[in-house]
């Protein structure tokens, strides 16, 4: 037997033993809440099962869902799942005579829409791309990554000037190459008929190497000239030159299992050669994959776990006499009273009184209850909580302050927390402080750190704040005196030019010419900054068009031209 998932088991183990320890070190809340005096008094006698017995069960439950959260197996085993899948090689025509406009927009147009359709009909066929003119490269190899042949097809520019002819021959030979690795061979040719009207050579390859033609015939029986830069195509004697579909390319897609169709608006060719490949021709099997079974064995444990966990849950205490009854009831209702009292035998319906008045939110009547229990430090605590809660928290800080509470440290804790919340209360933040850090030397707890915090925080505000103040205050004051003493000076200075104006007045003149021509040179010089300001913004805005353009620039398309052993003998300039 083995493990899938051995690390869970490792690591589950940990918390495992840390919460069997914490749940068996723990003490039963009765002797929290009482004295074994009143404990042994009000023992309910246990025929079920004890609370030992209950714990090992839980925790048996728990180590059996770990193991099943492991995922034990059996019996493993490797089974391989191969993939069958039809390989076609697309080959598109791009020759001249594929830029004629007799279907909308150019015939080589067409020829990308229903090369897309294929790419998007081919679920369960292997795909490779070939184009050729006199010439034949290929695009893309045999693959299933369609995504990668949708975008070769969308940047794949059609505009190259190819050398002219259409070399059928080429395109037969390159397709070869790429069906290396399979036995089944497809072609989809998506032309119009090329410029031959024999084509013993292609059928001679065709059925050496096994070769399946569909045609997919692009071109209309309407003559139509092909258009170029400066109008259409002409002959050596300046007519102009007018093509239509060649249907003699039928004689190679008779040859083995291929077929030949005309082209049709909607998708009815590429379906009726698509299924023709699906029902006629053989799969090869292109990829295998290994795969693990096992025998599952998680169920076992998992269904032991939930048993054990039932078991654990379902064991109750067995109640002999009417006594015990009530006993029981008198329990109950002190441990779903506060949790903070311990009471004495005598105490009971003082105490169950005060606990419902506290409930119902009658916290002043609650106090009056807690008042009559005498020589009781929980007492005293309850009567704090009800004055708190009241929101008198002088007087709920008054009785903290009397609780005696060293002897229990719970307690301590909990009424030095409760002073702290008192203290932020009544605003005294360094007393709150000094209550929660204290309150934190008993018991590690989150909420108190919190407080802790948030009383820090306050108090650092308030020093700030005050620090602010002063610093403000200190350079409000600063500011005054130099504005004064800039008044003064500038006071002075006036009284001294108006001397002078008065004894020389030519001289007043003069001064006043400077200023304008000071003046002046501010203006100009803001308008030079101005200027450079415009100057940068037409840089950057002229920067982010040219990365625009960087960006939006496809990635050329890779040719790879493959050498063929037969020129085109056609002598036809498209």
């Given amino acids: 037997m083995d493990f899938l998932y051995i690390n869970v088991l ?188 024999s084509y013993k050579d292609e059928i001679d390859f065709l059925e050496k190497n096994k070769l399946n033609l569909y045609t997919i015939s692009l071109a209309s029986n309407k003559p139509t000239p092909i258009p170029t830069k400066d109008g259409y195509m002409t002959d050596s004697n300046g007519n102009i030159i007018t093509i239509k579909r060649n249907e003699s390319i039928k004689k190679l897609s008779f040859i083995n299992t ?51 966990l039932l078991l654990s849950f379902s064991s109750f205490r067995s109640i002999k006499s009417l006594s015990s009854i009530s006993k029981a009831l008198v329990l109950t209702l002190l441990i779903f009273s506060s949790s903070n009292l311990k009471a004495g035998l005598f105490d009971f319906q003082t105490i169950n009184q005060a606990n419902a008045d506290y409930k119902n939110k009658d916290y002043k009547k609650a106090q009056n209850e807690y008042e009559k229990i005498q020589n009781s430090e929980e ?67 989150k909420e108190t750190k919190e407080n802790l915090e948030t009383v820090k925080k306050e108090l650092e505000k308030k020093k700030k704040d005050q620090n602010k103040d002063q610093k403000d205050q200190k350079n ?13 000076s500038k006071n002075k200075k006036d009284d001294k030019k108006n001397q002078e104006n008065k004894k020389d007045p030519k001289k007043s003149k003069e001064n006043k010419k400077l200023e304008d021509k000071d003046s002046k040179g501010e203006k100009s010089e803001n308008k030079k900054s101005s200027q450079n300001i415009k100057k940068n913004i037409i840089s950057d805005l002229e920067e982010k068009k040219w990365l625009k353009k960087l960006e939006n620039k496809q990635v050329p398309i890779l040719l790879r031209k493959v050498e063929s052993k037969e020129e085109d003998k056609s002598s036809s300039p498209w």
């Fill in 10 to 197: 490792y690591f589950m183990l940990i918390p495992f033993f840390i919460l069997a320890y914490l749940i068996s070190s723990q003490k039963d809340s009765f002797e929290k809440l009482f004295s074994k005096e009143i404990i042994e008094n009000l023992r309910v006698t246990n025929q079920g099962m004890s609370k030992n017995s209950r714990n090992i069960l839980f925790f048996a439950s728990i180590f059996f869902m770990i193991i099943a959260l492991s995922r034990p197996v059996m019996n493993e085993q490797e089974q391989s799942i191969k993939q069958e899948l039809n390989a076609i090689v697309v080959a598109i025509d791009v020759s001249k005579s594929m830029l004629a406009q007799d279907l909308y927009p150019t015939r080589l147009d067409m020829a990308k829409l229903k090369l897309e359709k294929i790419i998007e009909k081919s679920k369960h066929n292997a795909l490779g791309l070939v184009i050729f003119a006199k010439s034949a490269f290929i695009l893309s190899p045999i693959t299933q990554d369609f995504n990668s042949l949708k975008y070769i097809v969308k940047n794949f520019d059609s505009k190259i000037d190819f050398n002219n002819g259409s070399n059928i021959y080429a395109m037969l030979e390159a397709s070869n190459k790429l069906f290396k690795n399979y036995e089944h061979k497809n072609i989809i040719l998506l032309s119009d008929g090329g410029n031959n009207t």
């Fill in 258 to 308: 291929g077929a030949y169709v005309n082209y049709t608006l909607n998708d009815k060719d590429v379906d009726a050669v698509l299924n023709d490949i699906f029902t006629k021709i053989e799969k090869d099997k292109i990829s295998s994959k290994k795969y693990k079974i096992y025998t599952e064995l998680f169920y076992y444990p998992l269904g032991f776990s939930v048993l054990l």
């Fill in 379 to 445: 007492s005293l605590y309850n009567q704090a909580n009800a004055a708190y809660k009241q929101k008198d928290y002088k007087k709920a800080l008054e009785l903290y302050d009397k609780t005696l509470t060293y002897k229990n440290e719970d307690l301590e804790y909990k009424k030095l927390h409760n002073m702290g919340n008192t203290y932020v209360n009544l605003n005294k933040l360094e007393e709150a402080k000094k209550s929660y850090e204290k309150a934190l030397k008993i018991k590690d707890n």
């Fill in 476 to 488: 409000k004051d600063k500011k005054n005196q130099e504005q004064k003493d800039r008044d003064k």
